[in-house]
T-cell receptor
Framework: DAGVIQSPRHEVTEMGQEVTLRCKPISGHDYLFWYRQTMMRGLELLIYFNNNVPIDDSGMPEDRFSAKMPNASFSTLKIQPSEPRDSAVYFC?????????????FGEGSRLTVL | AQTVTQSQPEMSVQEAETVTLSCTYDTSESDYYLFWYKQPPSRQMILVIRQEAYKQQNATENRFSVNFQKAAKSFSLKISDSQLGDAAMYFCAYSNRFGNEKLTFGTGTRLTIIP
C-alpha cells in the first residue's frame, strides 16, 4: 500500500478564501484522524471518523472548520473562510484500531499558510 | 486529564553514540499504552516503539529501546549507535487501555546528530 496520501502538500492562500485539504487513508483502516500541528499548541486532534462516520469533532476549533468522509477511501477537511491563525500543518492519519491502541499511520501533512 | 511532559526541547548526540530522550506522564489509570513517534524533516510521523503498561519487560526495536518505570511514570527512549537518519523530532504519547480517550502527545524533543 502507498500509505496515507494527503494533498496538497503546500497551500498558500489569502484570508477569507476557502481551503480544502484531502486525504486518502490506507485501505482497510477503519479509523481516520485529522490533526493540526503548530509550534504553540503542538499536535491537536481535530476530528476522527470510524467507518466513515464522524465520532468526535470536539477538537474542531470553530464552525469555519468542517470535515467529511463520503467513502472509506477519501476524506476532506475544509476551512471557510480561512484566517491567518489557521496557518499550520494539517495531518491525516489512519489506523486499524482506535488511535490509542494501535499504530497510527500518518500522511506527510499539508502545510497551510494563510496570508 | 492525562498529561505528557518532554522536558528536553532539544538534544544532540555524536554519530554512533547513545542518547536518551526523557518523557514523563501523569495518569490515574493502571493500564495504558505508551508510544514514541518520530517526525523527520519530511514531516511524516512514524511509530518507533510501543509499550503496554501491564508488561514489565521494556520494549525494544533494533537500536531503539525504552526504560519504562511505571511507579515513577517515566518512559524514556534510548537510541543506540545513533545514525544521521535518526535526526528528527521525537514525540512521546499516552493512551489509556480502552482507547476511549484521545491519544495525548508531548511537546517533542528535537534530536540532532553530529557527524
Amino acid at each position: 500500500d502507498a500509505g496515507v496520501i494527503q494533498s496538497p502538500r503546500h497551500e498558500v492562500t489569502e484570508m477569507g478564501q476557502e481551503v480544502t485539504l484531502r486525504c486518502k487513508p490506507i485501505s482497510g483502516h477503519d479509523y481516520l484522524f485529522w490533526y493540526r500541528q503548530t509550534m504553540m499548541r503542538g499536535l491537536e486532534l481535530l476530528i476522527y471518523f470510524n467507518n466513515n462516520v464522524p465520532i468526535d469533532d470536539s477538537g474542531m476549533p470553530e464552525d469555519r472548520f468542517s470535515a467529511k468522509m463520503p467513502n472509506a477511501s477519501f476524506s476532506t477537511l475544509k476551512i471557510q473562510p480561512s484566517e491567518p491563525r489557521d496557518s499550520a500543518v494539517y495531518f491525516c492519519a489512519s489506523s486499524l484500531y482506535w488511535q490509542g491502541v494501535g499504530e497510527l499511520f500518518f500522511g506527510e501533512g499539508s502545510r497551510l499558510t494563510v496570508l | 486529564a492525562q498529561t505528557v511532559t518532554q522536558s528536553q526541547p532539544e538534544m544532540s548526540v555524536q554519530e554512533a553514540e547513545t542518547v536518551t530522550l526523557s518523557c514523563t506522564y501523569d495518569t490515574s489509570e493502571s493500564d495504558y499504552y505508551l508510544f514514541w513517534y518520530k517526525q523527520p524533516p519530511s514531516r511524516q510521523m512514524i511509530l518507533v516503539i510501543r509499550q503496554e503498561a501491564y508488561k514489565q519487560q521494556n520494549a525494544t526495536e533494533n537500536r531503539f529501546s525504552v526504560n519504562f518505570q511505571k511507579a515513577a511514570k517515566s518512559f524514556s527512549l534510548k537510541i543506540s549507535d545513533s545514525q544521521l537518519g535518526d535526526a528528527a523530532m521525537y514525540f512521546c504519547a499516552y493512551s489509556n487501555r480502552f482507547g476511549n480517550e484521545k491519544l495525548t502527545f508531548g511537546t517533542g524533543t528535537r534530536l540532532t546528530i553530529i557527524p
